[in-house]
């Protein structure tokens, strides 16, 4: 099985390189000519980009600039129908590492400190005993699998896969060889090297306290590792890059291929400009002009790891792969959408956002970019997924999965190849019994599902309405305004039968009615 990898592999992704690049491995042996740039941008909305997602541009589009990300499209693939494994960061990261969504892992929530629940308090649902710890070392992890493989293995920038004290909180025990300012924590204490990334003196300038950074008390949200950029005035992305091609050219030196794990903290809060960026976008209040400049930053990260690239000659068989880890923060700490809307009205025309069910909750950007990827001008519309990375990323590298390992996710080689239009009609499950401290539209404990055009959310607690469907087709309404639940109920019956089956094969932990200390159970359970 293994031989027969390494050769499909090979045959899908070989291409004659605009560099020059050394001969083609052996056919039974993973592919050390084939380097891979993921990223993985934190709370990034679907169309928070100058690329547009859709066969269309939106008013988001419009507001952005993001010349990078229009390059790499232009030569590569984007996806309409691209989705985070979760609506929040820890769960869908972890998604990406192994393969497996959040309901088959028990990683349903985003983490921090060792055997600590971050859930919010629901007023009547307690979460299920999940993994409140994330993951530890395994050696089916996607960075292990290929670090075995003989890949130069990077993360930098965000990690969020374990909690503070345990094996996870650092990548470089997941299968990392180098590990730049990941950690346990999920946001950065400051985006600015001026503040040394540090919390507390971040608060300090906002509260006008003049005061040497140096001092500030340490908190568990201060960036570590980035001590040689402390009192200059790089941005925090901007200094992340600038990593992130260091280690590049070492692993180039090396003679390795590397798989770098590039995780900007952008664009997530705290909500802070950019000022290199901040003239591009006059036309927009305060708010939203800084979180602009965010997406602006990111851009150019991007863009300097690809120059990186390009420098050292290895840019022609490089693949980016583009995405994020949930939907677009919407629920607070933002300016007026295009709708002038303050809150859940930034993904349009997806519905709500972070944390939600909906779709504005988990639709992200999508672009892959590089040898072997047979660039189309339309929108891949096909349902997609965060799990699919792992095989996908093994396949480009030569590297079986492991064959006793249960995954969620498929292969989308056959898809960036352009050797088809579309998957094979399946079923994506998304599953978050939890309640998340904001408030707004989906957001509450729910398990979905995505089946071809329909999707079905299960809302675990109805005081209203019993039970609580709601049933969608995306194509025709990707807002979800249209509840389809009473008027179709052949579909309802069919999606909700998916809907069990998806939570019963992948193990999934339900929340418990406090009242009763029993599971919910899906309807005609």
């Not at 491995?25 to 380097?35: A, I, L, Q, T, V």
Request: contains cysteine.
């Amino acid at each position: 099985m293994e031989i027969l990898a390494g050769i499909l592999a090979l045959a899908l992704f070989g291409v004659t390189a605009p560099e020059s690049a050394p001969p083609a491995p052996p056919r039974d042996r993973p592919n050390p000519n084939r380097n891979i740039v993921l990223v993985v941008v934190d709370d990034w909305g679907w169309q928070d980009l100058s690329v547009p997602m859709l066969d269309r541009r939106t008013p988001l589009n419009d507001r952005f600039r993001t010349p990078n990300l229009e390059g790499l499209a232009a030569r590569g693939v984007r996806a309409s129908d691209a989705y985070a494994a979760a609506a929040v960061c820890t769960p869908s990261r972890v998604a990406i590492m192994t393969g497996r969504s959040p309901a088959r892992t028990g990683v349903t929530y985003w983490t921090l400190e060792r055997d600590r629940d971050t859930s919010s308090r629901h007023p009547r649902l307690d979460p299920p005993a999940w993994e409140v710890n994330g993951i530890g070392p395994d050696p089916a992890l996607l960075p292990q699998r290929l670090a075995d493989a003989g890949y130069a293995t990077i993360h930098v920038g965000k990690a969020h896969f374990g909690a503070r004290g345990t094996p996870g909180a650092d990548p470089r025990n997941l299968g990392f060889a180098v590990n730049v300012a990941g950690h346990a924590a999920g946001a950065p204490g400051s985006f600015l090297a001026s503040h040394h990334f540090k919390d507390e003196a971040r608060k300090r300038a906002e509260r006008g306290e003049a005061a040497d950074p140096a001092t500030a008390t340490a908190s568990v949200w201060d960036v570590p590792g980035l001590e040689r950029w402390h009192g200059t005035d790089a941005f925090l992305d901007a200094a992340l890059a600038d990593e992130a091609s260091a280690a590049i050219a070492a692993a180039i030196a090396d003679g390795k291929p590397f798989f770098l794990n590039f995780c900007p903290y952008g664009v997530h809060t705290p909500i802070t400009e950019d000022a290199r960026f901040a003239k591009d976008f006059p036309d927009l209040d305060a708010r939203e002009r800084a979180y602009a400049t965010m997406v602006a930053a990111v851009d150019d990260a991007i863009g300097r790891i690809e120059e990186t690239c390009r420098e050292k000659g290895v840019l022609g068989r490089t693949v980016f792969v583009i995405t994020g880890d949930n939907g677009g923060l919407s629920a607070h700490s933002r300016g007026a959408a295009p709708d002038g809307s303050t809150a859940h009205g930034h993904n349009a025309p997806a519905r709500s956002g972070k944390g939600s069910a909906y779709d504005g909750g988990v639709r992200v950007p999508f672009i892959v970019a590089g040898p072997g990827i047979a660039h189309r001008e339309s929108p891949l519309a096909t349902p997609i997924v965060g799990t699919d990375l792992y095989p996908t990323i093994l396949a480009m590298a030569g590297v079986p999965v492991p064959a006793s390992r249960t995954i969620d996710g498929v292969d989308l080689g056959p898809l960036l190849r352009g050797e088809v239009e579309t998957l094979p009609e399946r079923t994506i499950l998304f599953h978050q019994p939890h309640a998340w401290g904001p408030s707004g539209p989906g957001i509450e404990p729910f398990s979905s599902i995505r089946r071809g055009d329909l999707k079905l959310v299960w809302f675990h607690d109805s005081p209203d309405v019993a039970p609580r469907l709601e049933l969608y087709d995306l194509r025709a309404d990707p807002g979800e305004n249209r509840d389809l639940a009473a008027g179709r109920p052949d579909d309802l019956a069919s999606m909700l039968e998916s809907l069990r089956a998806a939570l019963a094969t992948s193990n999934a932990r339900l929340p418990v009615d406090r009242a009763s200390g029993r599971p919910v159970t899906p309807p005609g359970s």
